[in-house]
């Protein structure tokens, strides 16, 4: 029986040691999030502009080309929702904060949480928006917040956009050296206008967004912060497939928050001085595409002077 148990120790211990290594590595991995997070608060004396938003501001608005100084909060897949907690949470370090820069997108007003992305903020901001309790994602990150094919992968470096090489972010961002042709035809640009719509369909979600947005814009013009809204450009072969009713209710929701508190509105999505060149795939820019959006971005800021 001994020998039984002495084998059977000899067998667990070096599987269970080389799980708590996996948990210890995967719970202390540096992601995006944690990038963007410890460089706010190191900037957050210095930071005059934040940047919210998904994606499209992730990459699109590089803080560089702002006259005054910018970070960029945005990340992928980031909601309004998220992007309203956060500025509330770091909104009290942030002592000489003058615009916050809110994108708007053609999902953003349905699209509220991600469930693949909730715990990410959870576990690196803190913010728990739908009060969720995690327990099996605390009791096993391998098991329950990765699953072992995606965990060994990340450990390897090897997970995408969602977990990168933080020593590549600047004030935030980090942007796309070039253009992915094989990722800009009409087949991409319908799929992705496509999966923009499922996304809308199953959301039940629309009002309860709408007014968590308006009272973002309340709560910071209350506080003499003046939020600007902008509308990243995507490509022909997505704009051609977008539901124009839609976007005319999108706008119309816009324009009324833009008389309501006296807006700036910048709306690049059909932008059409953004060539091929200015992107990475059908709806995100590359760096030289974020430079002119900024640009842009800037010369509104700068109007409000």
Known sequence: MKRFVYKYLLFVLPLLLIFFFLEY?????????????????AKSNAIE?????????????????????????AYVSQT???????????LPILKNLKYVIISIDYPTLYYGSDETRDFFYYHYYGINLRHKSYF???????F????????IKLLLNKAGDLFV????????????????????????????AEHFDDEINSSNEHRYICSEFESLIALLKQKNITPVLVSAPCYKYVTDNLDNNRMDENLLFVKKLQAQYN?????????????????YDCDHLNKFGAEKFTMKINNLINSLH
């Open 136 to 142: 099996n994602q605390n009791l096993s990150y391998f």
């Open 25 to 41: 590595s995967l719970r202390n991995i540096k992601s995006g999030y944690t990038t963007k997070l410890d460089g706010l608060i």
């Open 80 to 90: 309004i929702l998220y992007d309203k907690q956060i500025i509330l949470k770091y």
């Open 165 to 192: 090489n933080g020593d590549s972010f600047v004030n935030g961002w980090q942007g796309y050296d070039s253009t992915n042709y094989t990722y800009i035809n009409e087949k991409a640009g319908k799929q992705k």
């Open 49 to 73: 502009i934040l940047i919210v938003g998904n994606s499209h501001a992730n990459y699109g608005i590089d803080p560089a080309y702002l006259s005054l100084p910018a970070y960029n909060m």
């Open 144 to 151: 329950y917040v990765f699953s072992p094919v995606p965990s």
């Open 263 to 279: 807006l700036a509105y910048l709306n690049s999505l059909e932008d059409t001085s953004f060539k091929i060149e200015d992107f």
